[in-house]
């Protein structure tokens, strides 16, 4: 057998590992969900992880990649900042409200007080809560349901 043929087994063979992986992350993920629907934030996250397993070994396929250096980058992933925003509403105002607008003055918000806020991962929706107040009189936002998006794989 040769070199080629080798690596070509083992590539095959990782990608079937990252695909196994990602129907079992999306299997837990919907053993995880409750009454509403809601999905645990761990089990999405090992959904993704999966998911970017199985992209990462198909693209190896095509260019030879090396399994063992694969685990380096996957390690690298964790130290990459992400912002998260959290919205609680939007209004839409013409540039005479804007520029009337001074200290003191209030922008009604098109949500209610009871609805859920908006959390975003780099402008991506990726779950939805309540804000609370910490201990330490800090703004905070208590999740209440994760959100499926075009990033993560629909079961």
């Keep these: 057998m040769s070199d080629e043929t080798e690596n070509d ?12 992986e990602a129907e079992e992350a999306a299997k837990k993920a919907a053993e995880n969900a409750d009454d509403d629907g809601e999905l645990d934030m761990a ?3 090992a959904e993704i992880e999966a998911e970017e397993a199985a992209k990462q070994s198909a693209s190896a ?17 964790y130290d990459v900042p992400v912002e998260v925003s959290v ?12 520029l ?9 918000l098109n949500r209610k007080t009871d609805e859920p ?7 991506i929706l990726i779950a939805r809560g309540e ?6 009189d800090k703004l905070g936002v208590t999740l209440s349901e994760i959100v499926r998006s075009l990033y993560t794989r629909a079961s």
């Design 9 to 20: 087994d083992e590539l095959d063979m990782a990608a079937a590992m990252a695909e196994i």
């Design 43 to 45: 089990a999405a996250m």
């Design 61 to 77: 396929v095509g260019g030879g990649g090396n399994v063992p250096g694969r685990e380096a980058s996957k390690e690298a992933i």
């Design 87 to 98: 919205v609680l509403g939007q209004a839409d105002l013409r540039v005479h409200q804007l």
């Design 100 to 108: 009337k607008l001074g200290r003191g003055a209030v922008v009604e």
């Design 117 to 123: 806020v908006d959390v975003l991962a780099d402008n």
């Design 131 to 136: 804000v609370t107040v910490t201990d330490d």
